[in-house]
Each structure stands twice: as C-alpha cells, then as structure tokens.
C-alpha cells in the first residue's frame, strides 16, 4: 500500500470506531464534531466493515458517537456534485446500505439524539431501531432543496407509512423519540442513556440465534412479505424445511424437549 493509500484508509477508519465485545460487533459513527454528519469518507469506511465482517460475529450494533446518531448527509460535499455525480452519489449510498440491510448477521441500531436525513436512512436500513428519550426523527430535505437519497423513499413508508413521510418532507416536522416509538420508527424505547446498553442486550440474544434462523429472518422473510401470497406460503414451506434440517435446529429442539431449555413465559 502506498503512503498515499495508506493515509486514506487511516483516515477511513478514524472515522468509525469499531470494537468487538464477544459475538458483537459495535460500529460508532465517529465525527462527534459535526453531529456525525455522513461524509463520503464515513460511508467508505461502513461499506468496508460490513464487506470484513470477523468470523464469529453474530449481530452488530450501529451507534453515533457523542450526543447524536446521525446529522445525515454532509451538505458541504453535495455542493460540489453536478448530476451525474450526484446519480452515482446516491447508488453509493444505496450499495452500502444494502451491504446493512442484507448483512449476513442482524443489524440493531441504537439511536440517540438527531437522527436526521441520511441519518434516518441508515437507521432504516438496520433491522431494530432502539431509541433513547433524546431522539428525534427528521428529514429536512424539502427545506434544502433536495430529495432522499440513501434508500430512504423505499425503506423509510415500509416502516411509517408514505403519508407521513410525505408530511415530514413537505413541512419539515419533527417527530420525537415517544412518537417514533408508536409510529414505527424505532421498535424499542428506552430511559435516558438507555439505547446503547438495550441494543447491546439485544444483538448478544439474536446472535445466540441458530445462524440459519436469523438468515432466514433476514433474507427470506422481507422477500415473503412482498411476494404474492401463494409464492410467498411456497417460499415459506421451503426455508421451513432447510432450517428445521439444520443440524443445529435438531440439537436446540432435542434440547428443549430434553426440558435443558426454558419455555417461552411473558416478560
């Protein structure tokens, strides 16, 4: 690697701190300074993490550094992009936040403070949102003069609805953490400072799920959902029977009927 590379990747890799607790795997967005404003550098740097994930890594945990999530995009480079590099800009995005969304290990995001813009198109891309009182959810992008570009007009009304993203583009309203709680945004509200930990107990639950399982849940399960029906209960019978064959399915289910395992009971 020349200096010139080395320098580049270096500076990619300040820009997340990424550490390893057991099977988890956190991903800090690391630019507290500017609210964890996502610049090209930024998303670089996630796009390489999820494309190295680590063996043994069983669910990773995305969270903003400092005060807040995400900012969302930083306008300052979107100054410098006419059309066509502004078409490619955003097919960047959404490569990325694929490599997020179709991870082979589960996503939680633990959300705190703003989760604008391109910081809300990333948190949609997880797979759990947990949010703390300080969230707020936003895209100011109507007030810009701009559009969503990081996937956020496919993933975002899967989850709230068109109608109200509509809203939020046209007027610019601010949803808050209790809000986003019934609305969709997030499937977890916590106290305050709480988001980090619960996502943390979270991803060491889901990453003691049978491998095959949480494939399943990721992959197949969205792809159910938007088939039509018959294809949808055909492709549901097939990934049935491929993960009760799993090895690992007949050794947790003679486990449970060997009483090793605890009965589901409400929490």
């Known amino acids: 690697m020349g200096n010139a590379d080395a320098t580049a990747a270096a500076g990619q890799s300040d820009l997340l701190k990424i550490e390893q607790k057991g099977a988890v795997l956190t991903v800090g967005l ?41 900012s969302g995009l ?33 996503v939680i995001a633990a959300l705190k403070g703003a989760v604008i813009g391109g910081g809300l198109e990333l948190a949609c891309a997880a797979h759990i949102r947990v949010a703390e009182p300080s969230a707020y959810f936003a ?57 980090l930990p619960k996502a943390l107990e979270l991803a060491e639950r889901v990453a003691a799920n049978a491998p095959l399982t949480n494939f399943a849940v990721l992959q197949a399960l969205p792809m ?15 990934m049935a029977t491929v993960a009760q064959s799993d090895k690992e399915a007949k050794r947790r289910i003679r486990a449970f009927l060997d009483h090793k395992t605890a009965k589901v009971k409400p929490t």
């Open 74 to 106: 930083d306008l300052s480079e979107l100054t410098e992009h006419d059309a066509t590099e502004g078409l490619r800009h955003s097919q960047m995005w959404h490569r990325v936040f694929d490599r997020i969304q179709y991870s082979r290990v589960p």
């Open 139 to 195: 895209l100011p992008e109507g007030q810009r003069g701009i559009f969503v570009g990081g996937g956020g007009s496919v993933r975002l009304p899967r989850l709230i609805g068109v109608a109200r993203m509509v809203d939020m583009m046209l007027t610019g309203r601010v949803y808050s953490a209790t809000e986003g709680s019934s609305y969709g945004f997030s499937q977890y509200l916590t106290d305050e400072a709480g988001a």
């Open 30 to 70: 690391n630019r507290p300074a500017k609210r964890n404003a996502l610049n090209d550098g930024i998303i670089l740097a996630i796009q390489d993490c999820f494309s190295n994930l680590p063996e043994g890594i069983g669910a990773v945990v995305i969270h903003g550094v400092g005060d807040h999530f995400s």
């Open 224 to 238: 159910i959902a938007e088939a039509n029906p018959q294809t949808g209960l055909l492709m549901e019978s097939l």
